[in-house]
């Protein structure tokens, strides 16, 4: 069975770019500036990643991380792989602010999204497509 | 200054293991086997390890995540830099069951620690002391 993006990342999510085997796609919560890379593989779990694959996710996660703490001039990045929800592997970056809508717990499961604006949605696909040189 | 484990994590956790500048800690919390590697340093973003400590720190979360998962046959592996609350650099890695104590929320604020009893926490060092070939 080949890579098919599940839905519920489908849904919440949509494309920003792709880098080589990683899709980037931005989160609809204009609550955060939430990314999260979804590697185009059927593993689920970091440890099962190829090594070529690993290390472009990681150069990737320094990257975005890098990007994003500078341009949400952010608190803090949060950073995981959780899948316990939704299996397929997907990466989570997150800008986090000092009294955001979660602050200081982690975003997951915290409260209802709130779907972003066109303007806003287009700004932060632009922004992650110039951070990736695109 | 150089680099001083946090209180919170020296309270929270035991020392397992070193593996050049990383410390892998045991949470002392029985509900989950919950491991968080923090490198020695004073940097609090994945993103501003220098690239040495970076590549050691991803090694060690493939291998770790690797053994956590076999050991406790677990249904999922998170893993996880947040550090709101504790800015020290910490990864975490948490090997995850269907029907645990928190699933299928993340593990952090969630509920009380359970603290491990004498026997489940020596037991616990001595297969990370093996895994990593101590």
Redesign the interface.
């Known amino acids: 069975m080949g890579f098919t993006l599940h839905p519920t990342l489908a849904k919440d999510t949509v494309l920003a770019a792709r880098v080589g085997p990683l899709q980037v796609r931005l989160v609809d919560d204009a609550r955060f500036f939430w990314l999260v890379i979804v590697p185009e593989t059927t593993a ?4 099962d990643l190829d090594e070529k694959t ?1 290390q472009s996710l ?1 150069a990737l ?3 975005l ?2 990007a994003l ?1 500078a341009h949400c001039d952010a608190d ?10 939704v ?1 397929q592997l997907h990466f989570h970056i997150i800008a ?1 602010h000092v009294g955001d809508a979660a ?4 975003v ?2 915290h409260g209802k999204a709130e779907p972003l604006g066109a303007p806003t949605r287009a700004a932060r696909l632009e922004s992650i497509q110039s951070w990736l040189g695109n």
Chains 1, 2 share one sequence.
């Not at 803090?76 to 929800?85: L, R, T, V, W």
């Not at 602050?103 to 982690?106: E, L, N, R, S």
């Open positions: 689920t779990e970091l440890h690993a990681w996660v320094r990257r991380g890098q703490k803090k990045i949060n950073s995981a792989a959780i899948g316990n929800m299996p986090r602050w200081p717990k982690p997951w499961g």
